[in-house]
């Protein structure tokens, strides 16, 4: 219904005109067909042109499955990781951390 009245376009402009995008808790949930295509289109759009970070607690190694669609996910995974910077995080959930701390740490 969104891509009828336009605003679908309009929304889609308005993050291709930010100089930085963050995906955070990517892959949370599979992506059906619609996602999947406006995860295309984005990362199409931005490739080269911008910058973007991904946060994920779901290994990058899952990350095909959950976009599904093999052709689709090869391609939007070729684009993310070409010239990509990866972080991985190891250890205890910062969370977890500090709610076992006192509430007197943080002053």
Known sequence: MAKADG?????????ERQHLLILDDFGI???DAKSRAALMEIIEDRHGKTSLIITSQLPVSKWHEVI???TI????????VHDAHRVELRGESMRKKRKM????SYQ
């Open 7 to 15: 605003s679908y376009i309009k929304e889609i402009a308005k993050i």
């Open 29 to 31: 949930q599979p992506f």
């Open 68 to 70: 599904g669609e093999k």
């Open 73 to 80: 996910a090869d391609a939007i995974l070729d684009r993310i």
């Open 101 to 104: 701390e006192p509430e007197n």
